[in-house]
């Protein structure tokens, strides 16, 4: 039987469903959304985790210039007593998902183009329909004859939706809902690359202007990254509802739950065995367990274990900011590298791009989807947060390696050598990325220590990386435990002080004084590290353990 076709990079509802696609069901999001009720929704969630194919879902069931009927046939909406509502209301839809720009004369090209598309949809329904001497009339079409002639302003596009949403509820005798996707693509662009300034009020006038008093709005839903709290956007807006990955509301409905992941799988001959967990799952949005939705499509069409996600943007962000957090906020990502999860105090309120603090740099990597939070305290703001899975660690392997400013390959040659016991050269090696590293680590307590570590995360899906915990009679620095039986183990100790001769050795008698290496079968590699500021000596040994 020939498998249906993916939905990898399309976002298009109506395509899906036509072309007959594989589709998880997410359209009971709809009957949730119309019995929670608000007025103002703002849902955030990491980027290709399924919002704009939501939105787009939402806007083709309510759509009332559309007929939707046979492309939601067979979903779970149509057995519910809200499938009488489909293609009873105006919508108006506005994605603001591709407004990346690198100056403001560019995004605002951009914004009035994905607005003309909206305006010019509905000035076609309205043709010869209505008096042209309509206020709501006049307005729209002075507007949309500037972006024909691309003379239209920031200012001209402040009440661009204020007057379309006036002229759909004059047309229809019906207020519209409004759906705005990734709403805060163009503010965040604005911060990136330097242009806030420029941009003024620009956008706290518009969004106040959409959504504030607006008497032609009946509900909003609004998806984003994160939540835009300085502009003022929502200051003065009581009936705002935002619902963030700690909230259990809309919680299945973005990504793939284990149950619909591991059905996927399986009707593309694939299993959802542990490997594929490690790999792709480890999310908790409000309680329920998450994969990842890109990277399990992609893993489905390939057949190949690929770190998808993390590779479908640049990341600076994430890195530039790691690089330059304060102290507070590096013992807390140590704590994460040492033990695999930190408690942290977080703020999910408000972008790091407009406060650059250690409690939004901690949301920025909730949010963004680089760390998930399994345990909150609700009163206090603390949570404990951890790195999802595999291919995000692969991720944080590379953030690693950006503050040491080293590259993937010299780490993979490094641990070649070490492999092979070629000492001399991974002893090279390692000093040099050791004096490559002194702008970040020089201040931190344990430095060695945490940037070996940082360097292990590569060994990921190789060995179980540990720190810290009890083997034998006391505590190891670093433990590697293969994963492959005939691969070698790792023991490794380190030591720090001026006669590093002397200190190499004690580190390497500690760790067979109190057999660090108890519960290992196999070879053992037991290594000795001592530092003295930029210099660094090496004493190994092996054990063989039955």
Not at 127 to 144: A, F, H, R, S
Not at 333 to 362: M, P
């Amino acid at each position: 039987m020939k498998k249906k076709s993916l939905t990898i990079g399309i976002d298009d509802f109506r395509r899906v469903r036509e072309d007959d696609r594989y589709y998880v069901d997410k359209s009971l999001m709809i009957r949730d959304f119309m019995e929670q009720d608000d007025q103002v929704t703002l849902i955030t969630r990491p980027r290709r985790f399924g919002k704009t194919l939501n939105m787009m879902m939402i806007r083709e069931f309510f759509d009332i210039t559309k007929d939707s009927r046979a492309i939601f046939e067979g979903l779970a909406i149509m057995d519910t007593e809200y499938a009488a509502q489909i293609n009873t209301r105006p919508v108006v839809f506005l994605t603001m998902k591709d407004c990346d720009a690198d100056t403001a004369e560019s995004l605002c090209r951009m914004l009035a183009e994905n607005i003309f598309k909206e305006y010019l949809r509905y000035t076609t329904l309205f043709e010869n329909k209505v008096d042209p001497q309509n206020l709501y009339y006049v307005k729209i079409y002075m507007l949309l004859n500037k972006m024909l002639k691309e003379t239209v302003t920031l200012d001209d596009l402040v009440y661009s939706m204020y007057y379309l949403m006036m002229a759909v509820t004059t047309f229809y005798g019906k207020k519209p809902l409004l759906l705005i996707d990734e709403y805060d693509a163009p503010i965040l662009s604005a911060y990136e690359h330097g242009y806030r300034k420029k941009m003024g009020s620009f956008f706290s006038t518009f969004y106040g202007v959409t959504f504030k008093g607006n008497e032609y709005l009946d509900c909003a839903l609004l998806t984003g990254i994160q939540r835009i709290a300085k502009e003022s956007i929502f200051s003065r807006l009581n009936n705002l509802r935002v619902y963030t990955v700690l909230n259990e509301r809309y919680s299945e409905y973005f990504g793939l739950t284990g149950e619909e992941t591991e059905q996927l799988l399986t009707d593309y001959d694939l299993e959802l065995n542990d490997e594929v967990k490690r790999q792709y799952n480890g999310y908790l949005f409000g309680g329920t367990e998450i994969y990842n939705p890109w990277s399990v499509l992609n893993y489905a069409e390939s057949g190949s274990l690929q770190p998808y996600w993390i590779n479908t943007s640049t990341n600076a962000l994430i890195r530039e900011s790691i690089a330059g957090a304060d102290a507070f906020f590096r013992k807390s990502y140590e704590r994460l590298l040492k033990f695999g999860e930190s408690s942290v105090y977080i703020n999910l309120e408000t972008a790091f791009a407009e406060l650059k603090d250690e409690h939004t740099l901690w949301g920025l990597l909730v949010n963004a989807g680089y760390l998930t939070v399994t345990e909150s305290d609700a009163i206090r703001s603390e949570v404990t947060v951890k790195i999802p899975n595999g291919e995000v660690r692969s991720e944080f392997i590379r953030i690693v390696s950006h503050l040491g400013h080293m590259g993937d390959s010299s780490l993979t040659k490094m641990f070649e050598c070490l492999f092979a016991r070629k000492m001399d050269e991974f002893l090279e090696l390692y000093q040099h990325m050791v004096l490559e590293s002194a702008s970040y680590y020089d201040a931190k307590e344990n430095a060695y220590h945490m940037l070996f570590l940082g360097m292990c995360l590569s060994l990921t899906g190789l060995y179980k990386v540990t720190s810290n915990l009890e083997n034998g009679d006391g505590r190891s620095d670093i433990k590697l435990e293969s994963l492959t039986a005939g691969r070698v183990h790792m023991i490794i100790e380190f030591k720090q002080g001026e006669d590093i001769a002397k200190l190499k050795k004690e580190a390497l008698q500690q760790i067979l004084d109190n057999q660090y290496y108890a519960g290992l079968q196999g070879e053992v590699l037991c290594l000795g590290v001592a530092h003295n500021k930029k210099k660094c000596e090496i004493a190994y040994c092996s054990v063989q353990r039955k």
